[in-house]
């Protein structure tokens, strides 16, 4: 895998790489990742995260076959298997999507558990006495057992039983010996993270009748008894393959040609048809309406594009609504609904799985249980995957729901994750732009912060058009006649303040700018010279307004500049005492503009 796509032909892995296990550079790092080798499939390492992100492989597969798949042309009819440790078992993200799977019975998905009964702290009794096959059962599971990891035919009839069970996924309890043939480390927690030791090894190879001196032993006969067993099974299957594929095109080949561009992560012709354009309102539309405009009309230009949320949809707007949209469940695995239960955890792991397989998901839920999901989005980033995740209520609209619902310092954090495209649009024509750039992303994934409450929707023939969100931010509105002596800096719900504010200081004949910044990511990426043509170097009164943590705006800000941002957690109340006490109303933006100008020309002190 590489950013060119999977490309076949070329060893993965080389006994070099093995070597150098863990060593910069090396194909063979400390924990598998995707985008490094082909035949790694996900990233893992966070425990749970990628039996987590199979559930996801595991709709997508449905999915697929639903949509392409035809009679006699079984083009998706794979399966998806995951080895799951102790501590996969003990992570909630894992309990979260095993009890998806189980709702939506997902006959193609087999975890098989490593039950070997060793953490790094010791026996898993110390913390975990749970019956884990009860739990399974108990999700609606197919659970079997092998008691003994090394009992091939055992293992390959659980296997067989997994391929024959319909309706239910199947969870393969593995009991198993961690450091197997060590004879002192056998079953120990020192079996799991450090290195046997010289001589430790030495007498493990003789418990399997290995020569004792040898290193990185590839025994006489063994690539000739790989090419003709799994190299030559392989081939065949791939050359079966390729060839129902390309009689499928022949047949299907409007349907071909979306397998492919979906492949490539490209989007089909006429994606962006039918995308609104907004008319200038001072009344306006909440992000979150504007939004779900936007998430129906993709959805229906783009096929393979399709998500949910986490309980909220009602609120999140995000349910599809046009005909034929249709309920992602195990009867109808074919929908563009999704139902995630309230499991944003399991929710950011299954996007990052039905990315995995080429869909166009998103998933939604209140920006402030982002939080609950920031594990998955990481490794979404990590990844580089498009993944797109929706999150409304970006601030403290939601008022009476009170602290715990209103996001702080969410912004700051996923400001914080390299590689994730961050965008909190300001009115309901940045929203459509900003899902225009997201939707085109192909190795990044995305996060939106939409407003719960109406924003005004800015008049454009007045204001510069919203397609800067592109590029992260722009001058929204100039000083008259350009040279200005401050800029006010604004993001999503604050747009329309920091506009008014911009207005009232105009006309009191302060030369003030006012620049969107939807995107700090995005406008990182561009060039010096537009950036300092957005924030002159030599203007230093600048002030940020967002309701948000002021963490990082130092950065645009400089040492000069001030933010009206919120330093506490917020309260239940209506919006506009919110608004009031927390200072977000144009005349306190005004006031600290003013002071801030004031304070930047007075005279030094001697
Ligand atoms: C979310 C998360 N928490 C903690 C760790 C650190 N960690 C790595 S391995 C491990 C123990 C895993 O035990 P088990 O799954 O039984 O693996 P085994 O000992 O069989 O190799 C822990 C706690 C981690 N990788 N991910």
């Known amino acids: 895998m590489d950013s060119d796509y999977e490309r076949l032909g070329r060893p993965s892995v080389s006994l070099d790489d093995i070597r150098r296990f863990r060593q910069l550079g090396s194909k063979a790092p400390g924990h598998p990742e995707y985008h490094w080798v082909s035949g790694v499939e996900t ?26 798949n035809k009679p006699g042309y079984e083009i998706f009819d794979y399966n998806i298997y995951a080895v799951c440790g102790d501590g996969c078992m003990m992570e909630g993200v894992a309990s979260e999507a095993a009890s998806l799977a189980g709702h939506l019975g997902l006959d193609n998905l087999c975890w098989v558990w490593d039950n070997n009964h060793i953490t790094i702290e010791g026996d898993t009794r110390l913390a975990f006495t749970e019956d884990v096959a009860s739990r399974f059962l108990a999700y609606d599971w197919n659970v079997l057992r092998v008691g003994d990891a090394n009992d091939c035919d055992r293992i390959e009839h659980a296997l067989t039983v997994f391929r024959k069970t319909k309706g239910r996924p199947t969870f ?27 001589e430790e090894t030495r007498l493990a190879k003789r418990s399997y009748g290995w020569p004792e001196d040898a290193k990185f032993l590839v025994p006489e006969g063994i690539y000739d008894h790989f090419k003709a067993g799994i190299g030559r099974r392989g081939g065949e299957r791939r050359e079966q393959w390729t060839r129902l594929f390309e009689a499928y095109r022949q047949q299907f080949s409007e349907l071909a040609l979306e397998i492919e561009a979906m492949q490539r992560r490209e989007l089909p012709a006429g994606w962006d048809r039918n995308l609104p354009t907004f008319p200038a309102d001072p009344k306006g539309l909440a992000g979150r309406d504007a939004s779900g405009k936007v998430l129906n009309v993709l959805a229906q230009n783009i096929p393979w594009f399709l998500g949910g949320s986490a309980d909220l949809g009602p609120s999140n707007k995000t349910t599809l609504t046009f005909e034929g949209a249709g309920q992602l469940q195990g009867t109808s ?17 299954i996007v990052n799985g039905m990315s995995l397989s080429k869909l166009r998901p998103f998933g939604a839920t209140f920006f402030i249980f982002s939080d609950y999901a920031r594990p998955a989005i990481r490794l979404s980033a990590l990844m580089e995957l498009p993944t797109l995740l929706v999150f409304t209520h970006d601030a403290m609209g939601d008022g009476e729901d009170g602290p715990t619902h209103q996001p702080i310092e969410q912004l700051a954090s996923l400001r914080a994750i390299p590689g994730l495209v961050t965008l909190r649009p300001g009115d309901a024509n940045e929203a459509v732009e900003a899902y225009r750039y997201v939707v085109q992303l192909r190795h990044k994934p995305a996060v939106l912060a939409l407003s719960r409450q109406p924003l005004p929707t800015l008049d454009r023939s007045r204001y510069a058009p919203a397609s800067g969100v592109a590029r992260g931010a722009y001058v929204l509105a100039d000083a008259p006649g350009g040279n200005p002596e401050l800029i006010l800096i604004a993001s999503g719900s604050e747009l329309s303040l920091a506009v008014e504010a ?70 239940s109340a209506p919006l506009k005492a919110l608004q009031e006490k927390f200072g977000f109303e144009p005349d306190a933006v005004v006031t600290v503009a003013k002071e801030l100008l004031k304070s930047a020309t007075a005279p030094a002190c001697r």
Do not use: C
């Open 333 to 349: 695995p074919g929908g563009k609904n999704m139902h995630f239960g309230i499991r944003e955890h399991a929710m950011g792991a």
């Open 172 to 198: 393969i309890v593995l009991d198993s010996h961690i450091g197997y043939g060590a004879p002192h480390k056998q079953d120990t927690p020192e079996a799991h993270g450090e290195p046997l030791g010289e």
């Open 43 to 68: 990233t893992t390492g966070p425990l749970g995260q990628g039996v987590a992100t199979s559930v996801g492989m595991a709709i997508a597969q449905k999915w697929l076959a639903s949509r392409y």
């Open 502 to 571: 911009h207005e009232q200081l105009v006309a009191e004949g302060i030369r003030s700018r006012a620049v969107s910044m939807p995107s700090w990511d995005l406008f990182e990426h561009q060039p010096q010279e537009y950036r300092d043509a957005v924030l002159p170097p030599k203007v230093t009164a600048r002030v940020a307004v967002e309701q948000a943590s002021t963490f990082g705006w130092e950065r645009y800000i400089g040492a000069a500049g001030r933010v009206v941002g919120m330093h506490t957690f917020g309260a």
